[in-house]
């Protein structure tokens, strides 16, 4: 989900990185607010610890296993800026010491993982929170992964790279897994450690506002959406049948984009209905 | 596991190591935006690019097939989507995008292979990189591999004692979590104990020396008259 130097047109990666940097810097004053001194050397740790998480497999299913991605668990246990912030910094170090993503690219990455990613997980952590924490999280982890693997392979379709309506399919799918199994180990690995030491987890706000939340969690969608819909724009329908890519499968890719994360949307939503439900009953 | 082979690079002394980093991340950044910008057809530009590099190195003192070893990890993932360009008929942009990727990668190695940590991101805090995220870059940097180590070391654990199971593994991430937890408690307790007040103390910058700028401007000439001339 990294997007190495090389691949994303020119107004794409210079787009995103004046987007980014102003978010960066308001993300590291708000940490830096929110952060008593004890913070620093742990958000530095707490960057470390997700590097090592990723190491761990988890058995999921015969013969398939994953690892922890680590956005949701960071926005459950350290707060939005702290987790951007802290993410952020993993983004830097991948892409100057471990080729990990590039460094033009850096603005998109950060775009795609550290703020998109980290805001869908911390508003569907905040709008379910209340009704359901186990799916909450789930939702959390899920929504981030799945926002920044269709933010970037929206950015790869609007710079231009060839996709077949095969290739997007699959990929589709591929991220619709990961998300489902990053929800599953973002749950397991929160309650892990509230067995170790509740403390550790914060609870999310009390719901003054759900509805910001709601309203923030379908704009972010719409913006996911939007971009995978840009992505079939007319230049980019010209430039694709230039290369003798049938245009009339654009529509239905989108509708697949947008099938992909209204289900997923519509699931979480119904699960915490569902729950929150059956605990007033 | 082994401590990174770029902290032993970045620890040179020939004269690129001198540069400063102010100097070579300028450099990095238009060699990136000139590549970036080449037109995919230009295949003599690419190589003129790749001659660069490979002087920069030799310059450097720098072991050139492992560095290539290094930024050839970015090549799964550009081989997939120069394969999937391939296919819908455009063969020179899929060369392209495979040269690009790994000589952008190439390029941000050298300046990390010939620039400590402190010294980059000391170059970024003069930009005004807020100074927050220099210093989880840095905690985050410091602290990498004792956790690495830590993590591999209880999953070998595991596996000795059975097959893994979803439940171990989150019981694993749990407990990496608790000592990752205490250790930054060990750490602020340690720079307390060292004098540490709530906040660090800037280091001074230095002007660019004749020798960065004469560098850096050589750098320009060179990326600017293979984007322009081929």
């Known amino acids: 989900m990294h997007i190495p130097d090389g691949f994303l047109s020119t107004p794409v990666w210079a787009t995103l990185d004046v987007i980014s940097a102003p978010a960066v810097a308001w993300t590291a004053r708000r940490a830096q607010r929110d952060t008593q001194d004890h913070r620093i050397p742990l958000l530095g740790v707490m960057g470390a610890f997700v590097f090592a998480a990723q190491m761990v497999n988890f058995p999921v299913g015969p013969g398939t296993s994953g690892h922890l991605v680590g956005g949701a668990l960071l926005t459950v246990v350290l707060g939005p800026a702290a987790a951007s912030l802290v993410l952020t910094a993993i983004l830097v170090l991948q892409a100057l010491i471990f080729q990990d993503g590039g460094v033009l690219a850096l603005g998109a990455n950060i775009f795609n993982m550290a703020l998109a990613g980290v805001a869908a997980a911390y508003l569907s952590y905040r709008l379910w929170g209340q009704a359901s924490r186990s799916t909450a999280i789930f939702a959390a982890g899920a929504l981030s992964v799945m926002t920044s693997a269709c933010l970037a392979l929206g950015q790869l379709l609007i710079s231009g790279v060839p996709m077949t309506a095969g290739v997007w399919w699959a990929s589709l799918g591929l991220f619709l897994i990961s998300a489902l199994m990053e929800g599953a180990i973002t749950v397991a690995a929160v309650r892990a450690i509230e067995r170790l030491n509740p403390a550790w987890v914060g609870g999310p706000q009390p719901a003054s506002s759900r509805t910001v939340a709601g309203v923030g969690l379908a704009a972010l969608i719409l913006l996911v959406v939007g971009t995978l819909l840009a992505s079939i724009a007319p230049d980019g329908i010209q430039r694709l049948t230039g290369q003798g890519v049938d245009s009339t499968t654009w529509p239905q890719r989108t509708k697949g984009g947008l099938a992909g994360v209204a289900m997923i949307f519509a699931l979480c939503y119904l699960a915490g209905k569902l729950k929150s439900r059956r605990r007033s009953a | ?230």
Not at chain 2, 20 to 47: E, G
Not at chain 2, 66 to 90: E, I, K, N
Not at chain 2, 104 to 125: F, K, Q, Y
């Open chain 2, 1 to 230: 596991m082994h401590h990174l082979v770029i902290d032993r690079w970045s620890r040179g002394s020939s004269s690129l190591h001198q540069r400063d980093p102010r100097a070579k991340l300028a450099a990095l950044l238009t060699f990136l935006i000139v590549l970036s910008t080449t037109r995919p057809a230009a295949q003599a530009a690419f190589a003129a690019y790749a001659v660069l590099l490979i002087i920069t190195a030799s310059r450097a003192r720098l072991p050139i097939l492992g560095l290539a070893g290094r930024a050839a990890l970015v090549l799964p993932f550009s081989a997939t989507f120069a394969l999937l360009t391939w296919w819908s008929g455009d063969s020179m942009r899929a060369l392209a995008l495979a040269e690009k990727s790994f000589l952008s990668g190439m390029a941000a190695l050298l300046l990390v292979a010939t620039t400590p940590l402190t010294g980059w991101t000391a170059a970024l805090e003069s930009w005004h990189v807020p100074r927050m995220l220099i210093l989880v870059i840095q905690f985050v940097y410091r602290y990498l591999f004792v956790i690495a180590e830590q993590a591999q070391r209880m999953r070998w654990a595991a596996l000795c004692r059975g097959r893994g199971s979803f439940g171990l593994a989150a019981g694993l991430v749990g407990v990496l979590f608790a000592r990752s937890w205490q250790r930054a408690d060990g750490i602020y307790h340690a720079m307390l104990a060292r004098g540490f007040r709530g906040r660090f103390v800037p280091a001074v910058p230095v002007p660019l020396g004749a020798s960065d700028a004469l560098f850096l401007s050589a750098c320009l000439a060179g990326c600017l008259g293979i984007r322009i001339l081929l």
